[in-house]
Each structure stands twice: as structure tokens, then as C-alpha cells.
């Protein structure tokens, strides 16, 4: 079974930066639309930055101007570069994605989540 799998999340302080990444389990698979979601203890999963397949991206204004979606060229990885991160930003982060292989579709694909942590 594909799966998405993040990684880079980890600790830092007010101010810096992180990069995620996400890629699908199968290599061979290209990531089409895609987003990532947050979720902070005790609230519920919010979207923060989203990318069609035709490279559009959208933030929530919470992230915007901090934070930037992107894909590789080959389109199989999918990145989210966190800059000036604030204690606001802490929480679980999901890449979700809909994923192509030749004429295989497979959409809404979820990660497992990568914990980021922004202390003051």
C-alpha cells in the first residue's frame, strides 16, 4: 500500500527555520495536488499551505509570508520551508496528496504526521 512518508520536523527556537519534506513510500508515484495541515494539542487539523498540480499555492494567513509550498522538479517530493517560526506554530504536520503513476490515480493520501515545536 502507497503511502505518504514527512520528515524534518524537530525542535526549535522563535525565529527559525524548518524545512518538511514528503514523498510517497513508492518512488515511481509524482505528487499532484497537494497540501499541508497542522494540528495543535487541543484544536482541531487546520490547512496551511495547499499546491494544485498546475503549481498554484495558497496559504492560511497565519503562515503567510513565513512559510512556502513547493515540489521538486521531478514532482516527487513535496516541501514546506517554515521560516521565523513562532510558539503558535507548534503541532503535528501532515502532508496530504493525490498521487499519479501512468494512468493510476490515487487520491487524498495522508502522511503519519511530523511533530514541529517552537519554543519562546
Known amino acids: 500500500q502507497v503511502q505518504l512518508v514527512e520528515s524534518g520536523g524537530g525542535s526549535v527556537q522563535a525565529g527559525g527555520s524548518l524545512t518538511l519534506s514528503c514523498t510517497a513510500s513508492?518512488?515511481?508515484?509524482?505528487?499532484?495536488?497537494a497540501a499541508w495541515f497542522r494540528q495543535a494539542p487541543g484544536k482541531e487539523r487546520e490547512r496551511v499551505a495547499q499546491?494544485?498540480?498546475?503549481?498554484?499555492?495558497r496559504y492560511a494567513d497565519s503562515v503567510k509570508g513565513r512559510f512556502t509550498i513547493s515540489r521538486d522538479n521531478s514532482k516527487t517530493t513535496l516541501y514546506l520551508q517554515m521560516n521565523n517560526l513562532e510558539p503558535g506554530d507548534t503541532g503535528v504536520y501532515f502532508c496530504n496528496a493525490d498521487l499519479a503513476k501512468t494512468a493510476l490515480r490515487l487520491r487524498d493520501l495522508w502522511g503519519q504526521g511530523t511533530q514541529v515545536t517552537v519554543s519562546s
Open positions: 513508492e518512488s515511481v508515484f509524482t505528487i499532484g495536488s
Open positions: 499546491i494544485t498540480l498546475g503549481g498554484t499555492t
